[in-house]
């Protein structure tokens, strides 16, 4: 138990589905993430919440919408997924934006749009 | 903007053999430096970091980096690998001062053989 617990673990959604990833940390962090991470490739940041506000959004399409109801709890919800889109996607949180102490790491949700 | 980068994809070692994995960063102003480790099918977790002090840091299971200034770098070494150090390796940098978040390297697949 890494402190951030992620669920489901796994996911196969078919294209015109909607779900939603759900992302739960109580280690009192008040800034949480999604990182997609594809075979190959560098760990994407997707999203940042700093005291439930959205403060980065990095060029993510539409089709991923976050929802950070309080600082305790981040969402991903997606729908009209495409098969590019089956990665592990990764939430972490953090004290603060500053970064000093480091993230901690959920397990991730391998999630495969079929 | 900081940058990392881990020039060695695959490090293949034998058991009890040494091994270092290279990191090398850019960046305009100072920096806190960090190693990640992902076991298959889990999320990242933190191996140790630099954030002053010492140059020399170290973890609980026998790795260690050192920061080194002048070079840029942050390579992970440890004396004696053992089979259940085989995982992917992430270092990463974050700028000091505030309001900065954590950029990744591509990550390097360690794979201890007997």
């Known amino acids: 138990e890494t402190g951030v617990t992620q669920t489901p673990r796994h996911l196969v959604m078919g294209m015109t589905n909607k779900k939603s990833l759900k992302c739960e940390q109580h280690l009192g962090h008040n800034a949480m993430y999604w990182y997609k991470q594809s075979a190959k490739k560098p760990l994407e940041l997707m999203f940042v919440?700093?005291?439930?506000?959205?403060?980065e959004n990095n060029s993510v399409p539409s089709r991923f919408s976050p929802e950070c109801p309080n600082s305790s709890h981040l969402f991903l919800h997606l729908h009209t997924l495409q098969p590019e889109d089956s990665a592990l996607y990764l939430c972490?949180?953090?004290?603060?934006?500053?970064?000093?102490?480091?993230?901690?790491f959920g397990s991730g949700t391998r999630l495969t749009v079929v | 903007a900081q940058s990392v980068t881990q020039l060695d994809s695959q490090v293949p070692v034998f058991e009890e053999a040494p091994v270092e994995l290279r990191c090398n960063y850019s960046s305009s102003v100072s920096v806190y430096l960090f190693w990640y480790v992902q076991y298959p099918n889990q999320g990242l977790q933190l191996l140790l970091k630099?954030?002053?002090?010492?140059?020399l840091v170290e973890s609980i299971n026998g790795f260690e980096a050192e920061f080194n200034k002048s070079q840029t770098s942050f390579h992970l070494r440890k004396p004696s690998v053992h089979i259940s150090d085989t995982a992917e390796y992430f270092c990463?940098?974050?700028?000091?001062?505030?309001?900065?978040?954590?950029?990744f390297g591509t990550g390097t697949q360690l794979k201890v053989e007997l």
């Open positions: 990463a940098v974050s700028e000091t001062g505030g309001g900065n978040k954590l950029t």
């Open positions: 972490a949180s953090s004290q603060e934006l500053q970064g000093a102490g480091g993230y901690t």
């Open positions: 919440y700093s005291l439930e506000e959205r403060v």
């Open positions: 630099y954030l002053s002090g010492s140059t």
